[in-house]
């Protein structure tokens, strides 16, 4: 699976949308980006995927250049609950095996 | 609510102690994925079981062991427990062996004294 490179904290003021990045250099053809948090310790949660075209669900949209060297996942309009650990994970489509998780971002809410 | 069960939420043990911690996937998913979450490693994938068979094997160390059951649950065997086994313990399961998508349970918290 390509690494992926995402800064290590960001703040966000409720309300406004939040851009969380991601490097993803060395992606392959063949690999997805997969975005999951983490809410204070409770189990990861998935929020979107997406190949090459931008994607959007009830959550967030998901934009990935046109290289598909980088992406960035986009909460339009950010709440307190959404405060979490954000983490960017790439993958072979359908990998059957587990995620490799990163550091992730922590995304702080400011009321 | 992801429909993942894990129980026990709290685990407190000793040194050198063996300890089981239980999955129940979501209805109908027949895969089950467990990973360490500890202050030092981060998440880790440890195992994955498919409709009751071994799939994939992650850092699971040889006193670690896991088994899925007929009815699809799962339970991960944890033994000589040492202090730096102290983590949260979650499982997660998905549809098919290969999917976009995994549903993590509420995690197993074990703290080894």
């Known amino acids: 699976d390509a690494k992926t490179t995402q800064p290590p904290s960001m703040d966000c003021a409720e309300g406004r949308a939040a851009n969380l990045p991601c490097n993803h250099s060395?992606?392959?053809?063949?690999?997805?980006v997969y975005w999951y948090r983490q809410i204070h310790s409770q189990g990861p949660q998935y929020i979107i995927h997406?190949?090459?075209n931008n994607e959007t669900n009830e959550m967030a949209s998901l934009i990935i250049t046109e290289d598909r060297k980088s992406s960035t996942l986009i909460l339009p309009h950010a709440t307190l609950r959404d405060t979490a650990v954000y983490y960017c994970?790439?993958?072979?489509?359908?990998?059957?095996?587990?995620?490799?998780f990163g550091k992730g971002t922590h995304l702080i809410i400011q009321p | 609510d992801s429909g993942v069960t894990q129980t026990p939420k709290h685990l407190i043990t000793a040194t050198g102690q063996r300890v089981t911690l239980r999955c129940s996937p979501r209805?109908?998913?027949?895969?089950v994925y467990w990973y360490q979450q500890s202050l030092d490693q981060g998440l880790q994938f440890l195992i994955q079981?498919?409709?009751?068979?071994?799939?994939a094997k992650g850092n699971i160390l040889e006193r670690f062991s896991a088994q899925q059951f007929p009815d699809l649950h799962s339970e991960l065997n944890l033994s000589s427990l040492e202090l730096g086994d102290s983590a949260l313990y979650f499982c997660?399961?998905?549809?098919?062996?290969?999917?976009?998508?995994?549903?993590f349970g509420p995690g197993t918290r074990l703290t080894v004294t």
């Open positions: 997660a399961s998905s549809i098919l062996a290969a999917t976009y998508e995994q549903y």
């Open positions: 060395t992606i392959s053809g063949n690999e997805y």
């Open positions: 997406g190949l090459k």
């Open positions: 994970i790439v993958r072979v489509a359908g990998g059957a095996d587990g995620l490799t």
């Open positions: 209805s109908g998913d027949l895969s």
């Open positions: 079981y498919y409709n009751g068979e071994e799939r």
